[in-house]
């Protein structure tokens, strides 16, 4: 059947009056007859951020920057990509002296409809200009600390963009200022301490190396100050300090508060860490990078050690189908736990998915789902890891890609080890164990994202060696296919081979650092979390970003506080993981979390999960899975690039969860008003911007 919008003759009435106000706007007539249209656009759609949008333009034509801004603001919270919208916020910033604002919205408008950019900075923010300018501009680059468009001032006092990271200085950020900012080291470990700062000088602003994620060489990311030649460490009780060195072989010189004198050797960008236990001060002939000292202590309050792992397009439902063959360790381990297995993704990439499972909010309410924008999350909706750093936990990414280093998630953490694709899960459980043996004395939060389980087209990545020795050359041919992106993949036996092997070999050193844990901490002092972002489009004929095997995720807990369940049938959401973190480590859950404690904690579960594919340039689609029924929404027009679409028309499809048969269109109904809800900040029902439109002439030959 295709999807009805309800209340059509006010939604006739709703696209009526925003094209007449678009109209008025673009002819710059802000008279009565314009507020009047608008009051009565506020009374069809009261719900809608436009109403902001155009009560803002309406201020600024009067010259109220105050009141412009502040609804352009108040927009710009729920909605991040309206290119009305920024170009407004860019000149009410302007007119208001907030020059770096308005250089951001004048970035993105550049970056995504190639607006030119025409701020004047002045000299005295030029530096921290280039760096937010650089962020707005950084249209194909979400992994840090690569940036695209890289700014600075040319000879003819102009600008000049080029692509680089950012390396041996602090990494970007859209956010408000802290004490302490995350600054882009060398990570090394038992290694030659100048060798990787001398390297990363090298091709830190290689354009060729940058693109190719600087061949997965990984960095460190540490909060940390920069600068000072000598600084005062006061020590109330022990801490860890990280101190890197800006300079090859570059000493620094210790001075404790009993008189004692020490000297260390540092490496070039390579943070090393040093036990204090007294008032310290430290000094050198160059300049330190001195990270956030990590105090050392046990509390009651925490568990000693809380472990999440990711792993990327790890298909749950294909370990299913199998009988569990693949996992034996992951069984062992987590039936003491709670085995979620009726789990869903909230898409069917990694973008959209890991902001997700950090915020608890679905895509379109945390803004977070354009691969291509930089948006800062909003401060008022904390990341898992920010609720667990204010409980005094160490915070450590040990192993993950920084995809989301940009855009605000990873905030809370206190260090991030990254690189891009080369993500293996057994040098992520040896970091991991180190981790724990390093930081015994203090109560840690440990995140490590592996991505084994993750299958690329063989035109473009190495198969694993087992997959290379075992397979023949028909098999491997590459004449049967394209290259792709992974969510398209072909059901190739070789995929297969690939993505069965790695899940083998990632259940196998997941069993080694579980029998650590076990071996050295009491079951209530640890809390383990394993989950994927989504599945793999391999085991499916026909090509579906919303079928079983791309949605069906695995979620999983064992620890302190989780009953020993073993296997529930219960429906999850991705969104469900913040709500479960908060009630198992006492953190208050806000608001604008959209997931459900499970019944298996107490909460009152859900009885509907929701996965979605909000691609800009490709068709909306939507499922909605009860525990037997699968309701299937594909809408007739493409999405734009601010996550919204026309749903008039949508394809709309009921399937039978056990048999895959299709149902008669009349099981739809009770699945409506859930669409609706879901979709009431998605669906434009044709009100969309004529301006965004145009500069997306391929996706809408109408504009």
């Given amino acids: 059947m295709h999807y009805e919008e309800q209340d059509k003759e006010r939604w006739q009435r709703a ?93 993105f408008a550049s970056a995504f409809y190639n607006v030119p950019i025409e701020v004047p900075i002045p000299r005295q923010q030029l530096t921290e200009a280039m760096e937010k300018l650089s962020l ?121 508060a009993d008189g004692s004198q020490h000297d260390s050797m540092l490496g070039k960008w390579a943070f090393n860490f040093y036990r204090l236990t007294q008032p310290t001060r430290l000094e050198s002939e160059q300049p330190l ?104 936990y160490y915070c450590v990414n040990v192993m993950g890609a920084a995809e989301d280093a940009y855009n605000g998630l990873m905030r809370g953490f206190d260090r991030l080890v990254t690189n891009t694709y080369a993500l293996h899960t057994y040098v992520g459980v040896e970091r991991t164990i180190r981790q724990l043996q390093a ?8 995140f490590l994202h592996a991505m084994d389980t993750h299958p690329w087209t063989q035109n473009k990545s190495g198969l694993p060696l087992c997959v290379q020795t075992h397979s023949s050359l028909a098999e491997r041919s590459l004449s049967e296919e394209k290259a792709v992106a992974s969510v398209r993949l072909p059901p190739r036996p070789i995929y297969h081979r690939w993505n069965q092997q790695s899940i083998r070999d990632t259940d196998r050193v997941l069993g080694q650092l579980f029998a650590w844990l076990e071996e050295h901490y009491d079951p209530e002092d640890y809390l383990v979390a394993l989950f994927s972002d989504h599945g793999v489009p391999i085991y499916d ?81 939507l499922c909605l899975r009860t525990k037997t029924q699968a309701c299937h929404l594909e809408a007739k027009k493409i999405t734009d690039e601010d996550g919204r679409c026309d749903l008039r028309g949508a394809e709309v499809k009921i399937y039978d969860r056990r048999t895959e048969k299709q149902l008669p269109d009349a099981e739809i109904a009770k699945f409506l008003p859930l669409i609706r809800q879901f979709t009431q900040s998605i669906d434009t029902h044709g009100c969309q911007w004529p301006d965004m439109r145009a500069g997306r002439i391929a996706w809408f030959p109408d504009a």
Avoid at 306 to 320: P, R, S
Avoid at 440 to 445: F, P, R, V
Wanted: hydrophobic share 40%; charged share 20%.
């Fill in 541 to 621: 004929k026909k090509l579906d970003v919303l079928s079983k095997h791309m949605n069906g995720a695995a979620m999983m807990v064992r620890g302190g506080g989780v009953p020993e369940l073993g296997f529930v049938d219960e429906l999850t959401s991705a969104v469900d993981l913040y709500p479960i973190m908060g009630h198992l480590l006492g953190f208050t859950v806000p608001d604008s979390v959209d997931g459900i404690l499970p019944q298996a904690f107490g909460g009152p579960g859900r009885a509907c999960a929701i996965s979605t594919s909000i691609y800009p340039g490709q068709t909306f689609k």
């Fill in 136 to 256: 707005a501009l950084n249209y194909q680059s979400e992994y840090a600390p690569a940036l695209i468009s890289r700014m600075q001032p040319s000879a003819d006092g102009g600008l000049q963009q080029y692509t680089g990271m950012a390396v041996g200085e602090f990494l970007p950020q859209f956010g408000r200022q802290e004490a302490w900012r995350l600054w882009t080291g060398v990570y090394t470990e038992e290694e030659m301490l100048d060798n990787k700062g001398a390297l990363f000088s090298r091709i830190k602003d290689d354009e060729d190396l940058t693109i190719r994620c600087a061949a997965d060489i990984p960095v460190d990311l540490m909060l940390a100050q920069a600068g000072q030649r000598t600084c005062k460490i006061d020590v109330s009780q022990p801490v860890l300090l990280p101190v890197a060195g800006t300079e090859k072989t570059q000493r620094v010189y210790f001075q404790e």
């Fill in 15 to 107: 696209r009526e009056l925003f094209a007449d106000l678009v109209r008025r706007a673009e002819q710059k007539q802000f008279d009565d007859a314009y507020l009047l249209q608008l009051i009565a656009w506020k009374e069809v759609a009261p719900d809608d951020v436009e109403a902001a949008i155009f009560y803002a333009l309406y201020a600024y034509a009067y010259g109220n920057m105050q009141v412009a801004r502040s609804y352009a603001e108040q927009a710009y919270k729920q909605r991040k990509i309206n290119l009305t919208l920024w170009l407004l916020l860019r000149d009410c910033c302007q007119q208001q002296g907030d020059t770096l604002r308005a250089l951001i919205m004048a970035g």
């Fill in 439 to 446: 930081f015994d004395a203090c109560d840690q939060y440990i």
């Fill in 289 to 392: 990078v001195i990270g956030k000292p990590v105090l050392l202590g046990h509390s009651p309050r925490r568990r000693k050690v809380v472990l999440h792992i990711l792993l990327d397009a790890f298909c749950w439902q294909m370990v299913k189908e199998r009988n569990y063959d693949l996992v034996p360790n992951l069984l062992r381990f987590f039936c003491k736990g709670i085995i979620f297995n009726d789990h869903h993704s909230i898409s069917e990439y990694t973008m959209p998915s890991v902001p997700t499972l950090f915020t608890g909010m679905y895509p379109q309410h945390s803004q977070l789902f354009n691969l291509h924008a930089t948006h800062w999350l909003n401060e008022e909706y904390p990341t898992m890891p920010e609720q667990l750093q204010r409980q005094g």
